[in-house]
Each structure stands twice: as C-alpha cells, then as structure tokens.
C-alpha cells in the first residue's frame, strides 16, 4: 500500500516562512510527477507547484518567486518552501505523486493534506 504523509502546516504571520513535507512510503517501484495542490475554503484545489522526475519545475503564478518545490529522491520525499506568505496562501495543502508500485500498478496518489494558515 502505497501512502502519502505530509507534515510542517501550521500559523504563521503575514511574511513568514514554512516549509512543507511530503513523505511517500509503500512498495514503491518509481515515483514520476510530484507535486503541491491547495484548497481553500470554498474553492476548488488548486495546483501549486509540480516538479517532474526530471525536467523544469512548474507553479502557480500567484506563488512564483515565494514558494520553491524540491525533492529528494533517495527519501521520497517532495518539499515545499514558502516564504513571504500572505493570509490568501491560507488553505489546505495536499502533495500527490504519480508512482509506479511492485505490483505493476501505477497511480496517483494523495496525501491527507496539511493546513497553513496565514494571520497575524
């Protein structure tokens, strides 16, 4: 069973920083596409940020220049830093992954989701 679990949510002011985790673990065969979405209430998700295997980075205009995406890929694990932070980054933040398992099957998965709010 191949699971998604994200960590480094929480409040912060206006022009702060956190950084995000996203740690994949199961019978993990590769791990393609990672990437960031968010919601918030009353809006639909969101994508935020998206790093491939290999290849360009890509992100949402109201986030580039603050927010960086970046992997790690001995870890499985996909980061999220964002700085300058204002109180409409406030949502819920879910990674995903696009992974090939043991089993041959390959999917999407998500994480549970992590809240960031932005207030001071």
């Not at 992100?59 to 790690?72: E, L, M, N, Q």
Request: include cysteine.
């Amino acid at each position: 069973q191949v699971q998604l679990v994200e960590s480094g949510g929480g409040l912060v002011q206006p022009g702060g920083s956190l950084r995000l985790s996203c740690a994949a673990s199961g019978r993990i065969f590769n791990i393609y596409a990672m990437g960031w979405y968010r919601q918030a209430p009353g809006k639909q998700r969101e994508l935020v940020a998206q790093i491939p295997s290999g290849g360009s980075t890509n992100y949402a205009d109201s986030v580039k220049g603050r927010f960086t995406i970046s992997r790690d890929n001995a870890r499985n694990t996909v980061y999220l830093q964002m700085n300058s932070l204002k109180p409409e980054d406030t949502a819920g933040y879910y990674c995903n992954a696009d992974i090939w398992d043991y089993s041959g099957r390959r999917g999407t998965y998500w994480g549970q989701g992590t809240q960031v709010i932005v207030s001071s």
